[in-house]
């Protein structure tokens, strides 16, 4: 079965850090350029990161730059979201993507608030 499961969301301080894997199946995932994208509460979703397939590129929207690291292990099937510094702009609820094969996660919710 071709899928990706998201985890890790919660309920976080200003300033906290978390930590969101990606687990992905049924697929060749090492082949497979990953995206995170996230839709905060009213407004459309948008992307947040991607990695190329073997990882040695990646690149990430303007607001999380310099805060948000990913990465992936194919030897797990995983990619992961590393954010530090946490805004309460970042609530939102986070999905992993495969752009090629237009499947996205069923996401996790991110709750930044003191």
């Known amino acids: 079965q071709v899928q990706l499961v998201e985890s890790g969301g919660g309920l976080v301080q200003p300033g906290g850090p978390l930590r969101l894997p990606c687990a992905a199946s049924?697929?060749?995932?090492?082949?497979?350029?990953m995206n995170w994208y996230r839709q905060p509460p009213g407004k459309e979703r948008e992307f947040v990161a991607y990695i190329t397939s073997a990882g040695g590129s990646t690149n990430y929207a303007d607001s999380v730059k310099g805060r948000f690291t990913i990465s992936r292990d194919n030897a797990k099937n995983t990619v992961v979201l590393q954010m530090n510094n946490l805004k309460p702009e970042d609530t939102a609820v986070y999905y992993c993507n495969v752009p090629r094969l237009s499947l996205y996660g069923p996401g996790t919710q991110v709750t930044v608030s003191s």
């Open positions: 049924g697929f060749g995932f090492s082949s497979y350029l």
